[in-house]
C-alpha cells in the first residue's frame, strides 16, 4: 500500500524569505500524481501545485516549485518569496495513475507559520 | 456559490445520535468522496463512489454508512455517533476519463463534534 509522510508537524518562516517543506512517499508503482495542498484558516482544501511523475520536469506555479525526486521518493514543496496568506496547514498527497478510483492518499500536514 | 456543497457545516450531537453528512456537487464528476480530518493524521478515506451503482470502502469505514443518491449527491451517515468520530469530514468530487488531471475538488468541510 502506498503510504505518504510529512515529518514536519510545524514550520516557521519569515515574511518574504524562501521555505521547503518535506514530503517522502513509498509506492511500487512508476505513474502517479502528486500534489500539495493548502488548509488556511477557512479550512477550504485549495490545491497548489500537481505534479505527473512520468515529467522530469519540477512544476512551478508562480512563488511554488517543488523539486520531485522520484528515485528518493520525495517531492518537496518550496515557497519563495513568503507572504502572510501564505499561513496554513500544507498536506502532500498521492494518487495513482491506475484505475483505483483515483482516490488520494494524504501526508500527515504541515503547519507553515509566516512571520511578519 | 461553491461547485461542492457540504451540510451542515457545524454540528453538535450526543453519543448514540443519527447523523447525516449531505454532499451536492454542481461540476458534473461522477467520481465523489468522504475524507475524515483529524490532527496529525492528516485526511483519511472513508467511502468513496464511481456512480450512483458503485460505492467502495476506504481505509476507516467502520462506523459509517454512505448512500449515493444521484449522480450530483452523496451523503455520510453516523448511525450511532460515538465521540471519536469527533472530526472535520470533507467531501470531494473528481473527474474520470478524458481530461482527469488528477485533483480531488473539496467541499468547505463539516466539523462534527460529539459529545
Known amino acids: 500500500a502506498q503510504t505518504v509522510t510529512q515529518s514536519q508537524p510545524e514550520m516557521s518562516v519569515q515574511e518574504a524569505e524562501t521555505v521547503t517543506l518535506s514530503c517522502t512517499y513509498d509506492?511500487?508503482?512508476?505513474?502517479?500524481?502528486l500534489f500539495w495542498y493548502k488548509q488556511p484558516p477557512s479550512r477550504q482544501m485549495i490545491l497548489v501545485i500537481r505534479?505527473?511523475?512520468?515529467?522530469?520536469q519540477n512544476a512551478t506555479e508562480n512563488r511554488f516549485s517543488v523539486n520531485f525526486q522520484k528515485a528518493a521518493k520525495s517531492f518537496s514543496l518550496k515557497i519563495s518569496d513568503s507572504q502572510l496568506g501564505d499561513a496554513a496547514m500544507y498536506f502532500c498527497?498521492?494518487?495513482?495513475?491506475?484505475?483505483?478510483?483515483?482516490?488520494?492518499?494524504f501526508g500527515q500536514g504541515t503547519e507553515l507559520s509566516v512571520k511578519p | 456559490d461553491a461547485d461542492v456543497t457540504q451540510t451542515p457545516r457545524n454540528r453538535i450531537t450526543k453519543t448514540g445520535k443519527r447523523i447525516m453528512l449531505e454532499c451536492s456537487q454542481t461540476?458534473?464528476?461522477?467520481?465523489m468522496y468522504w475524507y475524515r480530518q483529524d490532527p496529525g493524521l492528516g485526511l483519511r478515506l472513508i467511502y468513496y463512489?464511481?456512480?450512483?451503482?458503485?460505492?467502495n470502502k476506504g481505509e476507516i469505514s467502520d462506523g459509517y454508512s454512505v448512500s449515493r443518491q444521484a449522480q450530483a449527491k452523496f451523503s455520510l451517515s453516523l448511525e450511532s455517533a460515538i465521540p471519536n468520530q469527533t472530526a472535520l469530514y470533507f467531501c470531494?468530487?473528481?473527474?474520470?476519463?478524458?481530461?482527469?488531471?488528477?485533483?480531488?475538488?473539496f467541499g468547505e468541510g463539516s466539523r462534527l463534534t460529539v459529545l
Open positions: 470531494a468530487t473528481s473527474k474520470q476519463g478524458a481530461g482527469n488531471t488528477g485533483e480531488l475538488f
Open positions: 509506492t511500487s508503482e512508476s505513474d502517479y500524481y
Open positions: 505534479q505527473e511523475a512520468y515529467k522530469q
Open positions: 498527497a498521492y494518487r495513482s495513475a491506475n484505475n483505483q478510483g483515483g482516490k488520494l492518499i
Open positions: 461540476k458534473g464528476h461522477d467520481r
Open positions: 463512489s464511481f456512480d450512483v451503482k458503485d460505492i
